[in-house]
């Protein structure tokens, strides 16, 4: 049955991957207060459907693969977003952009190769995606407010950048020493 308990995870990362266009377009149309608000519910079902899923023991292949394919492509999304709008630098997108797009080339290289395996996130990948999904709530919060974002905000947005580029250097050399 669709509606399993088992099955609200997967419901709530699903949730979180469709709502990433309208989170998309509702920041280029300077909809921020409705924006923040769907960030924020985004934030909690992620929050929640680790909390089930660990809970419940309701884990599985399909939410190992959803859950954070709704992550990123949220975070990207808005990021992209507040790029767009000039509330966010551009360098911060690549930076996070090119972090997830190398981790992807390596786990096709390491398929290719190696054949599967299951990517294990570690505490400081949760704590990079936590940073960056705290990032985007205060910059979209000063911006739905009409406030202009303190120079300071510019240490932030290093902070959200070493912690991304630091997990990309954890998962390869977690993945690299495990086939040495």
Known sequence: MFWHLSRWPNILSSLRLVATVP???LIVENHFRWAW????FAAL???LDGWLAKRFDWQSAWGAFLDP???KLMILGVLGALTLIGATPLWLLLVVWGRDAVIACGVLVYYAWLG??????TALSKASTFIQVLYLL????FVSQDLSLPISWRL??????FFAIGSGFDYFYRYARAQT
């Open 116 to 121: 599967p395996f299951r990517i294990i996130p």
């Open 156 to 161: 932030a947005a290093w902070l959200v950048a």
């Open 45 to 47: 079902t992620d929050v």
């Open 138 to 141: 205060v910059t979209l919060g």
């Open 69 to 71: 394919l709704a992550d």
């Open 23 to 25: 989170l998309f377009v």
């Open 37 to 40: 608000m769907v960030l924020a």
